[in-house]
Each structure stands twice: as C-alpha cells, then as structure tokens.
C-alpha cells in the first residue's frame, strides 16, 4: 500500500472517460468497481438524501472487495483527478452532538463538482447552527474567558485553531488527508454562514456559541466594560482621526447618558460604529474582533428588547382598550392617566392610545397635573358617559370639563353626536353645572328668571375664566416640567457617577484574574496599567480602600505592588482559586516569575487569614 496520501484535484475533477482520452489510463477490474459505485452514488437525489459513498469496511465488503484493496485503488481514482473527497457534518439530537461524514464523490450526475460542494456546506452549517443553539450557549465565566482572548492582540495573530469547525475538519476523519484547498475554503465559507445567523457568535480559532435571550444584553454590558478599560484608551493613540472621533462621540454619549433615557445597547451601538469606520488600521493592530463581536451582540440584544418590550407593551396596552370597552366602570370608560408619572411604560401606552383609531384622546390640566383623557371612538359609548356624568358626577368639575375637552378636541369626528337633542341638552346640563362655580350666585337667578342674554354673558365670562386657569396651568406645568429635568438630570449624572465605580470594580476584578489565572502572573501597578490603561494611579488608590482590594506591601502604590482580590465572602471561591496557585507556585510545581517569590507567601497568609477570620 502506497504510504504518501494522493493528490486531491478537489473541484477539478474530471470524469474517468476524459482522464482515459487524455492521458490513455485504464482503470484496473477493482478500481473500475469501485468508480462505478462512487458514480451510481454521485446524483443530486443521494446528495439530498446524503447517501453519498463512503469508504467503510460494509461499504466495500457489498462491493466484494476488502478494505485494503479498495484502499489501494481509491489512492489512484483520487491521485488521478477523477475522484475527490467531500463532507457533511451533521447533529444527532438524541445524543446532542455533531459528526463529521467524509464523502468519495465523482462528477455528480445533473450538478457541477462545486455545486454539489456548496450543497453539502449548506447541510453542514445548517447541523452546526442547530446544535450550537441547542448545545453551545455560553455561560458568564466563559464569555469573559472569550473576551481576554479576542481583545488580545497577541491571541489574535498567534492562534490558527480551536474552534469547533477546526475539530471536525481534522484530516484524520477521511480515507485519506483531503485537499488542504478544500478544508480551507470549507472553513471560510462555513464561519460566513454561520456568522450570518443572529444568534450565533462566531469567533474563528475559538468557538462558535449561541446567545440566550436573557444573556444578551447582560454580556453586550461586561464586554463593554472591557472594552472601555482595555481598548479604548489605546486606540486613541492608533490614529489621529479616530482619536477625535472618540473624544466627540464620548461627549455627544455623555450628554445622551444625562438628558434622555436612552438604552445603554443603543449607545454601546452608535460607540462601535465609530470603530468600524476604521477597520484597517483596527484590524492591523488586532483590535478589529472585539469590535465587530461587540457590535453584533448588540443587534442580538437590540432585537431581544424590542420583542419583550412588544409583548409587555402590548399586554398593558390590551388592558388599558379592556377598560376602555368596560360597560360597569366610569373610571374606566372615561380614562384618565396623569402625564407627569415618572413611568416610561405610561408614556408608550399614551403614544399608543392617541394613533388608536377607535380612541378619543385630549389633554387637560388640572392644577396639580397633565392628563391624558381618553374614550371610545363609539357614539354611543359617550353618550353614556354624557349621562352617567349628569346622573352621578353633575357636581363634580373636573369630570365635566375631562368630557368637555374630548369632546371639542375630537369635534370633527363627533358631528353626529351634535344631531342627538338628548346628547346636547345633557351635555349642555353638565356645562352649566361647571360655569355657575366660575360665576358670581346671581347669574343663577337670571337663569330661573329666563335672562337669556345675561345668562349667556355670564356663561362667556365662565369660559373665559376656565380659558386663563388652563393657560396659568400651562406654566405652572412647564415649570414643574423643568424642575423636574433638572432634578432628573442630577439623578442620571449620580447614577452614571456610581455606575462608573462598579464598573471599574468590576473590570479591576477581571484584570487580576486574567493576570493570576490565564497569564500565570502577579497583577502588579504596571501590568495593570500596561493591559487596562484606564486605572491611572489615583483611580486605583480611591478604589482600593473603597472596595477592600488587598495589595502587596500595604503602602502607597508602586509600579511593582501587587493588588490581589477584595478580603470578602463575596470573593471566596476566587481567593480560594488563588490560594491554590499561589502554593504551586511556592512548592515550585508550576513555572512563575520568582523577583516576586518573597510576596507569594504574604498574599498566600492573607488569603489564609481572610478565611480564618469568616
């Protein structure tokens, strides 16, 4: 048996009769058995079906030859160009994992050799896709482990495999080792299908993983964290351009961050567009992933939201039109919601109820508060309210002039209510209740005495006066309004202030655990500051008392100090992690920088006396 692997012509391949005229071989009585079978199989029906010849022991023992025979003859119809070897990859659900399937094809009978490629990645990467989002969500500890790698330059230009495609592709899996051409276009064009699922994350050298709805915008949030302490701060030096770029979107972020609600994805979004902008020079300096990574699990987590806030959106929204058809409840039918709530929720639902075209809507002042006044757009529905007001509600003001502003803000579409005398004389009723409280008692006495004209001059004053209170009102809003963007503004910037300080813990934290657990080194001043440029020395001088972060010696900072985790319960299993290391180290079972050998056993005794004191 030959001991050097044929040469894999892959998508050149040609048919044994144009080999035969061009080169005069004749295959020999096995490897013309074989061919044929590998021909009878080459249709676009057994690719569909996935019947394609493979080189098992049951295989060639149908064909009445032995695997090593078949073997030594499928080394000639590959070597001679006219025979090559392809793969489907595929899930088995019941035991949630996925299998590469090596394929001998032959010119496919009513398909191209490249067609039938692209088909069978097709297959491929559909099995990947279901099995990673069944198999391969990540976890958080992982998604930070994943985030140290691709935010690290170094990772980035020495890694060449590791992902999950890498593991199937492994030339072992065929008869022989395949075309390197075709392993590595299958590679490529595999990663760009599956990268273009929205749920996957696809990292090239690493793996492929899916995201839950409920990860999201949780892990859209920690690699921004990272992000903003580890790369920002350099890339500002990569560039002049892009460094004015960030200095002007973080200020336009800063004062979206202090004057509106907007979502923090949206402007983790708008921050990695930036980026984008300057792939090359991103790329180049092996930075470019992160970004791109950071920028897709942002539309992931954007669409999440959108869909659960459609949902509650919509629930909320279907109770408020219930209450609205409600035939029982006044307060129902006739809706008032107070515009000056601090509720975003409130906000959409009014937005909502106003473009409802089966929804009255007008706004009122009252002299505490701004309400949103609604009803059905039903004839007689209001003309119900109309006389429930008068039966139960005559002398209550407010009631009245809720209907009243409904009913003069949606006049154009209430004309026919106007033809009803019964609706006209009640509601005519309901208004002099209300205009008589804004007038002197003796109109009420021409009113009786059949004064018209004087009735009617009181009336004008009532409306006048009711005209001017909602103007005052009006002011008086907007000045509580502004009262209240103030008192919101100084809320957001001391909400941003304390966010800002858990950010930092929490990146401090991750920056002592890539430097003890992943780089196998110290976190000293200087390494921290070198990978996480963000903590200048005062920064890290506040938060070390704030946070209880142990360092070594206890003195005021040095570039060699070494800062270790919080002497915490919060920190237990990590300090426990750490001890572990610290006495390898010490026992000198694992390789360590030893100019730090004198402070392993202080850190390894403080570790010891945090426990001891819980």
Known sequence: ?????????????????????????????????????????????????????????????????SLEVALEHLWELIDYGIVTQLFEIRYNHGLGSIALYPFCVSVPDGLSIEDTFHRLLKKSSDAIRKYAIEKKALGEEDWRSILLKISDPQFIKEATSGDDIDYLLSPKEFP??????????????????????????VLPNIGIFSILDTQAQHFVSIANELFLAKVEPLARSFDIGLRDRIDEMNSEIKESQALSDNHEIELIKKRMD??????????????????????????????????????????????????????FDFDSRLLRINLERDTKNDIVIVEQLKKNPNVLSAEWLDPE?????????????????????????????????????????????????????????????????????????????????????????????????????????????????????????????EKIERDKKIQNKRVLIQAIEEAFFSKRIPPTVEWIQANYPIFNLELLEKMIPDFAFLKFPNKPLAEDTI????????????????????????????????????????????????????
Not at 27 to 56: C, H, N, P
Not at 282 to 309: H, M, P, T
Request: charged residues 30%; positive net charge; contains cysteine.
């Open 369 to 493: 508060a701004k309400m949103a006044i609604f009803a059905l757009k039903n004839i007689a529905s209001l003309k119900e309210i109309n006389l429930l007001i008068y039966e139960n509600y005559r002398f209550t003001t407010e009631y009245i002039l809720y209907f009243k502003a409904l009913v003069e803000a949606n006049e154009a579409d209430l004309k026919p209510i106007f033809k009803d005398e019964d609706f006209v004389k009640i509601y005519g009723r309901n208004l002099q209740a209300v205009y008589f409280n804004y007038i002197p008692w003796f109109y009420k006495l021409f009113y009786f005495l059949g004064a018209t004209p004087l009735v009617n001059s009181g009336y004008a004053k009532a409306k006048s006066i009711i005209t001017y209170a909602q103007m005052d009102r009006q002011f008086q809003y907007e000045k509580r309004r502004e009262n209240f963007f103030k008192r919101k503004l100084k809320e957001r910037e």
């Open 563 to 614: 800062i270790s985790f919080p002497d915490s319960t919060e920190f237990e299993t990590k300090n426990a992690k750490l001890k572990e290391l610290l006495s390898r180290w010490i026992r000198r079972e694992e390789a360590f920088e030893e100019k730090y050998e004198s402070k392993l056993a202080e850190i390894r005794n403080a570790i010891h006396s945090v426990h001891s004191s819980d």
């Open 176 to 201: 022989y080792p395949p075309s390197a051409a075709m392993l590595r276009r299958s590679k490529e064009l595999l990663l760009e299908e599956l990268d273009n699922e929205p749920k996957l994350v």
């Open 1 to 65: 048996m030959r001991t050097h692997p044929p040469k894999d012509a892959f998508l050149s391949i040609t048919s044994k009769e144009m080999i035969g005229r061009a080169s005069g071989i004749i295959l020999q009585k096995e490897a013309l058995v074989i061919m044929k079978a590998i021909e009878a199989l080459s249709t676009k029906d057994q690719i569909e079906k996935g019947s394609l010849f493979q080189t098992t022991e049951s295989t060639v023992e149908k064909l009445k030859i």
């Open 274 to 327: 930036v980026y984008l902008a300057y792939e090359a020079i991103l790329k180049e300096k092996g930075y470019f992933r992160i970004i791109k990574v950071i920028r897709k699990l942002c539309d992931i987590a954007s669409v999440n939201q959108e869909k659960s806030q459609k949902v509650e959106f919509d629930k909320l929204l279907k109770v408020y039109l219930t209450m609205l058809e409600s035939t």
